[in-house]
């Protein structure tokens, strides 16, 4: 083993972004990094993730989740390689997953990571498709919409980690026909290619017009990962009965003013819709259902994964700020 670095770099959040975040929302520190305590393990960090719910940490508000806190490093997902241990739970050598992202080494309790299996799948995919965004995925339709065999599911951001995992993950299930929207004609005609059956650029004509022309006899779920005009595009098309996972509303995580809700949420009254908002940290209990399921489904090539990615923290900021502006297909990762 080599010997236990004294200093690390991390990124910090600068300051609170005002709309779109900017580089100079961010900065790049070097610190001394500490001496372990008992308990604890020293990682270096191989793979991190960003994602879409990491910008309204950076706002000053309430949420499910504690905003990040100004000329302090952010944190998300992470996997890397132990390097020192004063944990009898994890050992040098181990691969874990773990939540302090945004830094090269990090520094933190052995009950706070996880040790995963990068013989079996790379470290990536337990940041992306074995991970966070695949159980989303999976909870939001299983536990939330309540999919079942023969339904016609609607996601949008459908190039994205956790949309493409959607539909693919409802034909898994025996969904009748699953409908994606994307940002370019790049991602619908991947969005195909990954296995659903009809796919539509959102930017080409309005939503509601796309989704009426490919499921003219309605839908019954709808996965939302971008609020706005999908959602009303979504309430229209829902048939009695139907039922939207809420996950995510990217189309105004940069707003400054809040945006107004679906002009006809009303239609949710005749047509007993269900709208159900959910946060996957809830639904850790279908983590080991799940990947059981999905390692199967990858193995006989039910399941794909794409992912993009960038290289060097010094990248990170940038990385996040092409995430909200579409740049990436399929979960967007900093190689460190």
Not at 221 to 239: C, K, M, P, T, W
Request: aromatic share 6%; hydrophobic share 40%.
């Amino acid at each position: 083993m080599s010997e236990q670095p004294t200093s690390t770099r991390h990124i910090a959040l600068a300051s609170r972004p005002t709309g779109e975040p900017t580089a100079e929302n961010f900065r790049l520190e070097t610190v001394d990094l500490p001496e372990l305590a008992e308990g604890q393990v020293l990682v270096r960090n191989e793979v991190m993730s960003v994602d879409p719910y990491m910008r309204g940490r950076m706002d000053d508000r309430e949420s499910y989740v504690a905003p990040f806190a100004v000329d302090a490093p952010l944190d998300g997902g992470a996997v890397g390689e132990v390097v020192a241990s004063r944990s009898e739970a994890v050992a040098v050598g181990q691969h874990v997953l773990h939540g302090l992202g945004w830094r090269e080494h990090a520094v933190l309790p052995g009950d706070r990571v996880s040790v995963v299996d990068t013989d079996a799948a790379p470290a990536s995919a337990y940041l992306g498709i074995l991970g966070m965004p695949g159980l989303t995925a999976y909870a939001g339709l299983t536990a939330v919409a309540e999919m079942k065999e023969g339904d016609i599911v609607f996601v949008s951001g459908a190039a994205g980690a956790v949309g493409s995992a959607v539909g693919q993950i409802a034909k898994a299930l025996g969904a009748e026909k699953v409908i994606g929207s994307a940002g370019s004609p790049e991602k619908v005609q991947r969005v195909r290619e990954l296995g659903f059956d009809e796919a539509f650029g959102y930017r080409d004509r309005p939503v509601r017009q796309s989704l009426r022309e490919l499921a003219p006899s309605g839908i019954d779920v709808y996965f939302d990962n971008v609020g706005g005009e999908h959602l009303e595009a979504a309430i229209g098309s829902l048939r009695l009965f139907g039922r939207v996972a809420m996950c995510g509303a990217i189309a105004q995580y940069n707003a400054t003013e809040p945006a107004p809700g679906p002009r006809n949420l009303a239609l949710a009254i005749g047509k007993n819709l269900t709208l159900r908002g959910f946060i996957v940290g809830h639904y850790d209990h279908l983590a080991a259902e799940y990947r059981e399921r999905a390692t199967q489904w990858l193995a006989d090539g039910r399941l794909q994964a794409d992912e993009t990615f960038r290289e060097g923290l010094d990248a990170a900021p940038q990385a996040f700020i092409d995430l909200l502006g579409g740049a990436n297909t399929g979960k967007m990762l900093v190689r460190l």
